[in-house]
């Protein structure tokens, strides 16, 4: 079992990482369980594969359970979804001091958490993310949201969970396809400023994707612990520092929502292409060396991952991606900050990138993988 903490004050919390943790969640969640009962949002994929196991664990320490199932994929993060939840969270009289438990990917983790900032004008909510995505990523720092149509992750706010309880075996029941995006966010934390766990990517990371518990492990805490740092550090984006958790993001979102935030291009592999196009990008402008940029690309390839606009099944031109990219949240000032690299493990925040020059680049670089 590891324990990485998130430091922040009074709103300080645990982030568990134990294999087999779900089965007996009961030890960590019954002190979070007021009246006897938890509340426990899913999705109908997740409450198939992981919900009996959370169940039966709370129910021998004497907690109750009551379930509230959602559609699955990124179309629930939405005010439809949004205002299902919060009906069916008023009608089991959910009250402020109650915990309401995330059970799910990225989606189900970034609406349960936006719900509980709202209602009754927040109440608490713990994280038990299912997917490598939300593990390494999506579940830790507080970041929640739901989509708009103007693009991802639009509407939300800054609101922290309780607790943190990751079990890697439930990524035993996951598509690899699903394991394989969330590992893109795993790379990232070696990208942004750890050259080491990069390298330790390369040589190791096909024993996490084949489901390697001790890789899995080593590579969620690394992951976590980094990301930990780093909102301990700037929880609300406000220094600069967390805003090289985007890596990857502005080019990335960009693909998704050119792809209709569909299963054509899954987050992390919009993440994966994005931080391909974002190393190329800083190779162009000659900040870092082609080399540096052709070793993050060779790695997405190796391991199936999208690396450009072709693999990530991406038609639109230059323009129009970038049209994309005016929507994002980040923008200030009618600027775009983008992150860039000046090689592997060094990524900075940079507030003076051309958009046009951005537009001819993904021209060029469609063409060039012609």
């Not at 099944?313 to 994309?324: F, I, R, S, Y």
Request: net charge negative.
């Amino acid at each position: 079992m590891a324990l990485v903490r998130v430091a922040l004050d009074a709103r300080s919390y645990d982030i568990v990482i134990e294999q087999g943790a779900l089965d007996h969640a009961g030890g960590y969640l019954a002190g979070y369980a007021r009246k006897g009962r938890l509340v426990v949002v899913t999705d109908a994929n997740v409450a198939r594969a992981q919900l009996p196991r959370l169940e039966a664990s709370l129910r021998s320490a004497n907690i109750a359970v009551e379930p509230v199932i959602l559609p699955p994929g990124e179309q629930t993060k939405s005010w439809r979804h949004l205002e299902e939840l919060l009906d069916a969270l008023l009608a089991l009289e959910i009250e402020r001091g109650d915990h309401v438990v995330a059970l799910g990917g990225g989606v189900i983790g970034d609406l349960v958490g936006f719900a509980a900032s709202i209602l009754k004008r927040g109440c608490h909510f713990i994280q038990v993310p299912t997917t490598l995505l939300a593990q390494v990523d999506s579940s830790v720092g507080g970041k929640t949201a739901i989509n708009a149509r103007a693009g991802k992750n639009l509407i939300g706010s800054f609101y922290q969970p309780a607790l943190v309880l990751i079990d890697p075996s439930t990524l035993d029941t996951l598509p690899v396809r699903e394991t394989r995006a969330g590992y893109a966010e795993v790379v990232k934390y070696g990208l942004i400023d750890d050259p080491d766990f990069f390298a330790w990517c390369e040589a190791e990371g096909h024993r996490l994707l084949a489901g390697d518990a001790e890789a899995r492990e080593y590579a969620i805490e690394r992951s976590v612990a980094a990301k930990a740092a780093i909102v301990a550090d700037d929880e609300r984006e406000t220094s600069g520092r967390r805003a090289l958790l985007n890596l990857g993001h502005t080019f990335g979102h960009a693909l998704e929502a050119d792809t209709g935030f569909s299963d054509t291009l899954l987050h992390g592999e919009g993440v994966a292409a994005g931080m391909a196009l974002a190393f190329r990008y800083s190779a162009r402008l000659e900040l870092c060396a082609a080399e540096e940029a052709e070793r993050v690309t060779a790695h997405l390839k190796a391991v199936g991952l999208p690396y450009d606009l072709a693999t990530a099944h991406v038609t639109a031109d230059g323009p129009t991606l970038v049209a994309h990219m005016l929507h994002d949240k980040k923008m200030a000032a009618g600027t775009l900050p983008f992150l860039l690299a000046r090689g592997i493990g060094q990524t900075f925040l940079s507030k003076d990138v051309v958009l046009d020059d951005v537009a001819a680049f993904l021209d060029e670089d469609r063409a060039a993988a012609l």
